[in-house]
């Protein structure tokens, strides 16, 4: 009789954990259907949809500072609910050169965030910090920094059209930046969409 309530006891734990596993496994197999099926609605295994449509709103402040005659960077903090929170273009040639978007947006959130909202945050940008953004970015504890093409692909890009190095040396972002999640370059259309941009700045 022992051995019978021990064999029942033995099928019964088996078929629990198995039930178990067989909920988490399909947990598992649903997110990962649904990353996927994120990914494939947009052409860079970078970034979600979610992260370019504000990269988009990047690109369009971009292309207002250009309008305006000013280098083409734009940039948007956006909150833990996927809210633009502030937005920023650049503005060197109306103030002076210390007038990077990432400046302004850094300033903004240590007047009007708390700690934990900073570090909450994700400050979406259409190039990579230089080390002066990168610093106001870090000294804010901004949690997250998205951006579309690097300081080095710029660099690239400025060298091949010709124009003269800048007065200073550009660090990664991530060798300044301690804390910060960060995530770039992008890819694709949005990538070839900054670099024209920069193009038009410099050719026109």
């Not at 295994?45 to 449509?53: F, Q, R």
């Not at 005659?69 to 002076?96: H, T």
């Not at 710029?154 to 999640?181: R, Y």
């Not at 992008?186 to 941009?197: A, H, R, S, T, Y």
């Amino acid at each position: 009789m022992k051995l019978l309530t021990l064999t029942l006891g033995l099928i019964l734990t088996s078929a629990v954990v198995f039930g178990q596993s067989h909920s988490q496994q399909i947990k598992l197999t649903n997110k990962t259907q649904t990353m996927m099926s994120q990914n494939s609605t947009n052409s860079d295994p970078v970034y979600t949809a979610t992260d370019l449509k504000f990269l988009q709103r990047c690109l369009m402040l971009a292309e207002e500072a250009l309008d305006a005659g000013d280098q083409p960077f734009g940039s948007i903090l956006v909150n833990a609910d996927n809210e633009i929170i502030a937005e920023a273009r650049n503005r060197i040639n109306e103030k002076n050169v210390l007038a990077h978007p990432e400046i302004e947006l850094a300033v903004w959130a240590m007047e009007n965030l708390s700690l934990e909202e900073r570090r909450e945050a994700i400050m979406y940008t259409t190039g990579e910090h230089c080390p002066m953004c990168a610093g106001a970015h870090g000294w804010a504890e901004i949690g997250s920094l998205y951006f579309l093409h690097s300081a080095e692909q710029l660099g690239t890009w400025l060298s091949d059209m010709g124009v003269g190095p800048a007065p200073i040396e550009f660090v990664p972002a991530k060798d300044i930046m301690k804390n910060a999640v960060i995530k770039g370059p992008g890819q694709g259309e949005m990538l070839k969409k900054i670099k024209e941009l920069h193009q038009r700045y410099y050719q026109d």
